[in-house]
């Protein structure tokens, strides 16, 4: 790290100019893609080291890649996943960070460090995306060169807090995304209970639990099946599938 002469404060004042620029490109938007490619476009510009990036985002306890900067990244990611090894599965769920600076002499991850070596890799620094306040992990935040010891001291401290930030960010994005779907889905199931007490006569609370009960007969959410009455009407078809006299 930085030392205390006048020379090491000038490192640490330029380390925190960075990181302010940096975490200002960076906050939950309305798209959630978009939300993820800040993070990694980020990192990009704001460690001189980094030439690719991408976020490993646990989806049913399966990693996939999300905000891609470049073919690397995505194809790096890819291998680590078919060998079930390397630094952004490590990060994403066991350790909080984890630089290799040479994946041409890397024992710890022998099958995937050798293909990501011949894709062009150098060295990598991968860390977890995790809240303080939850032992959840949200994934990983992988950050790729084509050089050896491409990543300095500082590169990898402004790493550690740009993806503690990162974590605030997808967090904040995934709550977004949900509270949309969730209104979107309240809203169409609303249609297709307007329509069915138009159609039927009943009453708000009879339609709700007719749709139910179909929902659960044909075995189709509940959204999915108001999308469908809802998009048969706006079609001019009889697309309810929902009994009301069961």
Request: hydrophobic share 40%.
């Amino acid at each position: 790290m930085p030392d205390d002469g006048p020379a090491g404060h000038d490192e640490v004042h330029a380390l925190i100019e960075r990181f302010t620029v940096a975490a200002s490109r960076m906050h939950a938007t309305e798209d959630f893609e978009e939300s993820l490619k800040r993070i990694t476009d980020t990192a990009v510009q704001a460690l001189r080291g980094c030439e690719a990036a991408s976020i490993s985002l646990l989806e049913r306890d399966r990693p996939v890649t999300r905000g891609a900067t470049a073919a690397l990244a995505l194809a790096a990611d890819q291998i680590q996943y078919e060998e079930g090894e390397g630094p952004c599965l490590d990060a994403a769920l066991q350790e909080r960070w984890v630089y290799t600076p040479d994946l041409t002499h890397e024992p710890r991850w022998p099958r995937s460090a050798g293909r990501m070596s011949q894709l062009g890799v150098g060295s990598m620094f991968s860390l977890r995306l995790t809240l303080d306040a939850s032992p959840h992990t949200l994934g990983g935040l992988n950050l790729y060169a084509t050089t050896p010891k491409a990543f300095d001291e500082h590169d990898q401290l402004l790493g550690i807090l740009l993806a503690s930030v990162g974590a605030v960010v997808v967090d904040g994005a995934r709550q977004q995304e949900h509270l949309r779907a969730a209104i979107a889905s309240r809203q169409v199931i609303g249609e297709a209970v307007g329509l069915l007490r138009a159609e039927a006569k009943l009453s708000s609370q009879q339609a709700f639990e007719a749709l139910s009960r179909a929902s659960q007969r044909t075995n189709v959410k509940l959204r999915d099946l108001a999308q469908r009455i809802s998009d048969g009407a706006e079609g001019g078809t009889d697309a309810s599938p929902v009994a009301v006299g069961e």
